[in-house]
């Protein structure tokens, strides 16, 4: 599965961006990262595409909502109330038919990546 992520940019603090990932065939769910500089990769959200049920890193839920368009076969990741701290490298990855979810908020849970999307806010 090819990904081909898009959305990002440059928005001040208490904005809003919503990141898009298309996906080339067929998946059973999208995790999101993100990797700021001089940190490890850390788990956003993830969706499970045959019945939308998300997932979410603690410290982000209710202000990301994590959604999927099975048409268009895109994953969407809606940011709200953006914080210079949410400065960083996006990634979408795609779960594997054998996809673990008890290991979701993993990298290693997922087969396939993105490019990444800089996303920037300034304060």
């Known amino acids: 599965v090819q990904l081909q992520a898009f959305g990002g940019g440059l928005v001040q603090a208490g904005g809003s961006l919503r990141l898009s990932c298309a996906a080339s065939g067929r998946t059973q769910g999208m995790g999101w990262f993100r990797q700021a500089p001089g940190k490890d990769r850390e788990f956003v959200a993830a969706i499970r595409w045959s019945d939308a049920g998300a997932y979410y890193a603690g410290s982000l839920k209710g202000r990301f909502t994590v959604s999927r368009d099975k048409s268009r076969n895109t994953a969407y990741l809606q940011m709200n109330s953006l914080k210079p701290d949410d400065t960083a490298v996006y990634y979408c990855?795609?779960?594997?038919?054998?996809?673990?979810?008890?290991?979701?908020?993993?990298?290693?849970?997922?087969?396939?990546w993105g490019q990444g999307t800089q996303v920037t806010v300034s304060s």
């Open positions: 990855a795609s779960a594997p038919r054998t996809w673990n979810l008890g290991h979701y908020a993993s990298s290693s849970a997922y087969d396939s």
